[in-house]
């Protein structure tokens, strides 16, 4: 085979990533460096001294360290779940990965339509009779419970993406390392903890990455729950974008969510650390 057949075929892909998202990611940076035709931080400046940059980064960092954990708890236990089923394995997953086909938006509506005033939940507790009138769930004077409403929504919608890929790692563990040490007199808990978690690290590094990063960009969600009530770091990128029309400042808001996420994906690299012996 000709040498140039791999580079080739890595050729397309080269290219897709070069103009979706090489490029754009240039200008941001550029946009969110430059002022008046200038290299200046006077953007990043901005946006930092507007008093929503702080609630916004304190709510974007709150969802994330509520959900995420969750989260991985719940599909570390759904994949063992899945896992361990003989019968009805493959309807077990679909119906667990039924929330992927949803959209981040549709999500948002989903859940709407349960806690808002003429909701189903309102509408059930007046059917039984426990209140009088509806509530008024998600309003300015109950942040809480548009963040519970919200934390509620993201777990629903998201936890499937790391249930798939922890599926497909529990699924290359050889059931030798198991059974050995089942042998050797180690309990269900000391086998998870002992045999399968160490095992499984490379597959949790990716879903732990994948997750925190989506969990940073969440803005659909928030949008449809919360409205302007929860600013969070995308929805005043998308605020200064189009409602502002200020770009330099949407593109030091993008910057800072990229930064964010850079940051948080190496110390998962780092707390997760996976030996070159177990990747080969």
């Known amino acids: 085979m000709p040498r140039y057949i791999p580079y080739l075929l890595l050729l397309p892909a080269t290219v897709f990533l070069i103009i979706f998202f090489l490029y754009p990611f240039t200008q941001v940076a550029i946009e969110s460096f430059t002022s008046n035709g200038s290299w200046s931080l006077a953007n990043f400046q901005k946006a930092s001294s507007h008093w929503k940059f702080g609630e916004a980064f304190k709510n974007t960092m709150l969802l994330a360290a509520l959900v995420v954990p969750i989260q991985l708890a719940m599909s570390l236990t759904m994949a063992t779940v899945v896992q361990k089923l003989q019968k009805g394995r493959s309807a077990i997953l679909y119906i667990f990965a039924i929330p992927l086909g949803i959209s981040d ?3 948002g509506l989903i859940w709407l339509s349960i806690f808002e005033q003429s909701g189903f939940l ?6 039984m009779g426990l209140i009088e009138k509806p509530i008024l769930y998600l309003s300015y004077q109950s942040p809480w419970v548009i963040l ?13 993406i790391m ?4 599926v497909a790692g529990l699924g290359l563990i050889p059931r030798e390392y198991g059974e050995a040490a089942e042998v050797f007199g180690a309990t269900r808990w000391q086998r998870f903890y002992k045999v399968t978690l160490p095992m499984l690290r490379p597959s949790l590094q990716t879903a732990l990455i994948l997750r925190v990063i989506l969990a940073f960009e969440v ?13 969070v770091l995308m929805s005043e990128t998308f605020n200064w974008q189009f409602n502002l029309q200020d770009r330099g ?3 030091a808001y993008a910057m800072v969510i990229l930064a964010v996420s850079v940051v948080f994906t190496l110390i998962i690299l780092r707390a997760l650390h996976v030996p070159k012996e177990a990747r080969s």
């Open 122 to 127: 309102n509408s059930i507790l007046v059917n």
């Open 105 to 107: 938006l549709a999500a």
């Open 163 to 166: 249930m798939v890929i922890l």
């Open 219 to 231: 803005f659909a969600v928030v949008i449809a729950l919360g409205g302007t009530q929860m600013p």
């Open 148 to 160: 519970f409403a919200i934390m509620l929504a993201e777990i629903w919608r998201a936890t499937a």
């Open 249 to 251: 400042v949407a593109a």
